[in-house]
Nanobody
Framework: QVQLVESGGGLVQPGGSLRLSCAAS????????MRWYRQAPGKERELVAG????????NYPDSVKGRFIISRDNAKNTMYLQMNSLKPEDTAVYYC?????????WGQGTQVTVSS
């Protein structure tokens, strides 16, 4: 079955960096539209970055543009999110999502906390 497992979250000081990973299994990773979302307490889940079915990337929201970079390694069935110059407002649970046969699957999320 489809499984998505995020890792790499943690506590980091403002200005620091983290790299999140999303390990995928149970489907053809290279063909899937993969995306990163985040959800902060009391807020709706928002798209942070993603890949389209044609292999391009979605537009980064202004809140992370220039600081976050999405990438993938199809040989490892893994998607990454490099997060630089982190700010307290980046604090959230980060989720990866895969759309497989028109159905959306989510990972369990990884907590990112940016605080001094």
């Amino acid at each position: 079955q489809v499984q998505l497992v995020e890792s790499g979250g943690g506590l980091v000081q403002p200005g620091g960096s983290l790299r999140l990973s999303c390990a995928a299994s149970g489907f053809t990773f290279s063909n899937a539209a993969m995306r990163w979302y985040r959800q902060a307490p009391g807020k709706e889940r928002e798209l942070v970055a993603g890949f389209t079915l044609t292999g391009g990337t979605t537009n980064y929201p202004d809140s992370v543009k220039g600081r976050f970079i999405i990438s993938r390694d199809n040989a490892k069935n893994t998607m990454y999110l490099q997060m630089n110059s982190l700010k307290p407002e980046d604090t959230a649970v980060y989720y990866c999502r895969a759309v497989v046969n028109s159905y959306a699957y989510w990972g369990q999320g990884t907590q990112v906390t940016v605080s001094s």
